[in-house]
């Protein structure tokens, strides 16, 4: 079945340095691809998306491009902030798979002033 | 605020009790779903609702029962739960079998004791 495997944390930064997490999938039909950020107490928000090969989400900074070639999808930020300071989830859909949410296991961002 | 609303927000239970989780969308979605969160573990999806008719259900103890008795409007009781079923409880809504993202909750922190 579809799966969505993303790096494992915590990940540590200091203020200002630059953020990749990455995250690949498995899916037997062409998915769109998510990015979820949950704040502490706080459920799910929709960071960024991409719905097709070669597409790229954007959104507060941050970013990520579906990498067909690799099925790849992982996400980048130029510089951090310490108001980044959450749990970042890897998502799929598939339209093969009823277009259930897939969800990696989320890896814990910590920014240092 | 992203158009679903959990209540309560904080639940603590002891094992005998019967107690139930409330879920609302006003955002015109089909689908509904009920997702557990633990501690160093995945998301985990509980439920499916499409069109108030149950569509999945991923082996989950008869202790949790879903209701959804229309399509703004899930229910999770809750009956006879163990410690480990202590949780972060997710509620989502989208619309069903269409590529695009869901909504989540803030989600309901359940504490068996």
């Known amino acids: 079945g579809d799966s969505v495997t993303q790096m494992e944390g915590p990940v540590t930064l200091s203020e200002e340095a630059f953020l990749t997490i990455n995250c690949t999938y498995t899916?037997?039909?062409?998915?769109?691809l998510f990015w979820y950020v949950q704040y502490p107490g706080e459920g799910l928000q929709l960071l960024l998306k991409?719905?097709?090969?070669?597409d790229k989400g954007s959104n507060k900074g941050f970013e990520a491009t579906y990498r067909k070639e690799t099925t790849s999808f992982h996400l980048e930020k130029g510089s951090v902030q310490v108001s980044d300071s959450a749990v970042y989830f890897c998502?799929?859909?598939?339209?093969?798979?009823?277009?259930?949410?897939?969800f990696g296991a989320g890896t814990r961002l910590t920014v240092k002033p | 605020e992203t158009g679903v609303t959990q209540t309560p927000r904080h639940l603590v239970m002891g094992m005998t009790n019967k107690k139930s989780l409330k879920c609302e969308q006003h955002?015109?979605?089909?689908?509904m779903y009920w997702y557990k969160q633990s501690a160093k573990k995945p998301l985990e999806l509980m439920f499916v609702?499409?069109?108030?008719?149950?569509?999945e259900n991923n082996s989950v103890p008869s202790r949790f029962s879903p209701e959804c008795p229309n399509s703004s409007h899930l229910f999770l009781h809750l009956h006879t739960l163990q410690p480990e079923d202590s949780a972060l409880y997710l509620c989502?809504?989208?619309?069903?079998?269409?590529?695009?993202?869901?909504?989540f909750g803030q989600g309901t922190r359940l504490t068996v004791v």
């Open positions: 989502a809504s989208s619309r069903y079998r269409e590529n695009t993202e869901a909504f």
């Open positions: 899916a037997t039909g062409y998915p769109s």
């Open positions: 991409a719905t097709k090969a070669d």
């Open positions: 998502a799929l859909s598939d339209p093969r798979d009823n277009n259930d949410m897939r």
């Open positions: 955002l015109g979605h089909n689908a």
């Open positions: 609702y499409s069109l108030e008719e149950r569509v």
